[in-house]
């Protein structure tokens, strides 16, 4: 399989995907309707690669659009990262993220199914776990969601089984990713939120930067060793090494797959602030609030099943990761938003 189509591809983890799947040699075709993302990610790409990404910029639930791709490009198989992904955002919007979440996703899968693709890598999330899963989680975990972005995550993954289940040429390969941070070692990629970050990697690195006076910390009264919320924390460039060993696996494994993508490693609030503070220079400051609902207490990975089956394994530590986030942010304080290429990169005709 050489040519991939990538969904949500100039997004923070599609990017850094993107970069990696052209530097093990596939033809690269993005779609995004950069409605969360930035054109300039693209300019980026071409930066690091040397190599142009085709881009649409377009709704996956544009039929016609789609049809042309698919027509055009002889599509083997899809990555499919596109959808809206912030959980506080959802439970006030819930319409909204089940009509986009859902709706792209079958009308990218009736597409698929009438030009005879039928490979697919889903970006799905560690959101699906239940709470009380016993730790560290594996992929037979009781799955469940807390709000309306997990469930649609929950829903997409039921549709790929039942088309699988439906229709046994249907290779399928769900990764559920835990907490990704860092950046592009080159400093020019990385994750730029729209408005206040919702994770704690871009929150803490913007307090670094200036752009926001201090963390907030919700809640320090945790069973963990200092009282803040665990998290199994990878590398973005891992993350995105996972997806081309899910892309090369999936002659080797056909059929339906889950896997974990995480490092297995937990990490407290109070220790990402530590790391970032020696790799950054700069001093966090932070507020304890009180704690969010629906937050558990600690969640890592269990990997074994994706470093047996891929053969993939995370690489890079909480340092690198630190020092990559804060060479991103440094480098563009305020994101992508300054680049002319937001302005001036065309999409492919």
């Known amino acids: 399989m050489k040519n991939i189509l990538v969904t949500g591809g100039a997004g923070y983890i599609g990017s850094h995907t993107v970069v990696t799947l052209i530097q093990n040699g596939y033809q690269v075709i993005v779609i995004d309707n950069l409605s969360n993302s930035k054109a300039a990610a693209l300019e980026r790409i071409e930066a690091i690669t040397g190599i142009r990404p085709l881009f649409f910029q377009a709704d996956l639930r544009n039929c016609n659009i789609l049809n042309e791709i698919f027509l055009k490009h002889q599509i083997e198989a899809v990555i499919h990262f596109a959808g809206f992904k912030a959980v506080g955002e959802s439970v ?3 319409l909204l993220y089940y009509q986009n979440n859902l709706e792209s996703t079958l009308s990218l899968c009736e597409t698929m199914n009438r030009f005879d693709c039928r490979n697919i890598i889903f970006s799905s999330s560690a959101t699906v776990y239940g709470e009380g899963s016993s730790e560290p989680v594996t992929e037979e975990a009781p799955i469940s969601a807390s709000n309306p972005y997990g469930r649609t995550k929950l829903y997409i993954e039921q549709i790929l ?18 907490n990704p941070v860092g950046a592009h070692e080159s400093g020019t990629m990385g994750e730029d939120p729209n408005g206040i970050p919702n994770n ?48 090369q696996a999936i002659e080797k494994y056909p059929g ?15 220790d990402m602030v530590e790391a970032f503070q020696k790799a950054s220079g ?16 600690t969640l890592t990975a269990s990997p074994q099943k994706a470093e047996k089956e891929l053969g993939w394994t995370a690489e890079f530590d909480l340092m690198r990761m630190c020092q990559d986030s804060w060479r991103w ?16 990169y065309q999409p492919s005709k």
């Open 282 to 297: 700069k001093k966090i400051p932070y507020e304890i609030v009180e704690r969010r609902p629906g937050d558990v207490a």
């Open 200 to 247: 704690l990697m871009p929150f803490i690195a913007q307090v670094a930067v200036g752009k926001l006076p201090k963390l907030r910390i919700f809640g320090n009264d945790y069973p963990t060793h200092d009282g803040t919320g665990v998290r199994d924390y990878i590398h973005v460039v891992d993350l995105a090494r996972g997806h081309v060993k899910s892309l």
């Open 256 to 270: 339906l797959r889950v896997y974990n993508l995480g490092t297995g490693r937990g990490y407290s609030v109070l």
């Open 329 to 344: 942010q440094s480098q563009n304080p305020n994101g992508y938003d300054t680049d002319e290429s937001n302005k001036s």
């Open 92 to 94: 006030d919007k819930p």
């Open 161 to 178: 089984k039942d088309l699988h289940q439906a229709d046994k040429r249907w290779n399928t390969q769900i990764l559920r990713y835990f």
